[in-house]
Every structure is written in C-alpha cells, then in structure tokens.
C-alpha cells in the first residue's frame, strides 16, 4: 500500500518555526523524487520544495527561498521541511508529495501533476 504521512504542522506565530516530517511506504522511496506542496484557503495549490533522490538537488519557489530547507533521510524513509521565520502568508495545509522512479526535474519539480503519490497533509497555521 503507497502512502505518505504528514505530522509536524501546528500553530506558530511569526517569525517562528516549524518542522515538517513526511514518512512513506509502499515504494521505493530511496528512487524518488519528493517534496512539499501547500495550499492556502481560497487559492491555488502552489509548490514549496523538492528534492531529488540523492539530495544533491533541491528546488525552492522564491518566497520560501532561505527561510525553508527540504532534507531527506532515506534509510528512515522520511523527508522533512524546515520552516524558519514563518510569515501570516505561508498559513496553509502542506502536503507530502512523492515521484517515485523519478527524477525531480528543473522545469517540471513545480508542477502537480509529476507526482503520483500525495499525503493526506498537515495544516500550518502562522498568527
């Protein structure tokens, strides 16, 4: 059964931080393609992060650019994100998503569709 799980959201006010874990199961985590993805009420789903299998390659969209950081741990089958000097803005449910046999990709980490696995997510709120 493929499924990743998302624990680490919660209340934090500005300028805090939060840490983000993401477990999966079910696939061949060490040969994919994770990363993170929110969305805030009333817009779209945006991409925060990704980092390809053996971490020598990480994608960031620009407001999250120095404040968040994507790491993986593959002998525990985990990926993490951390979020420091959290602002109002990056209040939003965070999904866990996963490519799995593939690459993370300069002009494709961003869009949704590329990944075929996704987390229930865990909502972050900042206030």
């Known amino acids: 059964h493929v499924q990743l799980v998302e624990s680490g959201g919660g209340l934090v006010q500005p300028g805090g931080s939060l840490r983000l874990s993401c477990v999966g199961s079910?696939?061949?985590?060490?040969?994919?393609?994770m990363g993170w993805f929110r969305q805030a009420p009333g817009k779209e789903r945006e991409a925060v992060a990704s980092?390809?299998?053996?971490?020598?390659?990480?994608f960031y969209v620009a407001d999250v650019r120095g404040r968040f950081t994507i790491s993986r741990d593959n002998s525990k089958q985990m990926v993490y994100l951390q979020m420091n000097n959290l602002k109002v803005e990056d209040t939003a449910m965070y999904y866990c998503v996963a490519r799995p046999l593939g690459a993370c990709f300069s002009d494709s980490w961003d869009h949704s569709g590329a990944y075929k696995v996704w987390g229930p997510g865990t909502q972050v709120t900042v206030s």
């Open positions: 980092i390809n299998s053996g971490s020598n390659s990480t």
């Open positions: 079910g696939y061949s985590f060490s040969s994919a393609c």
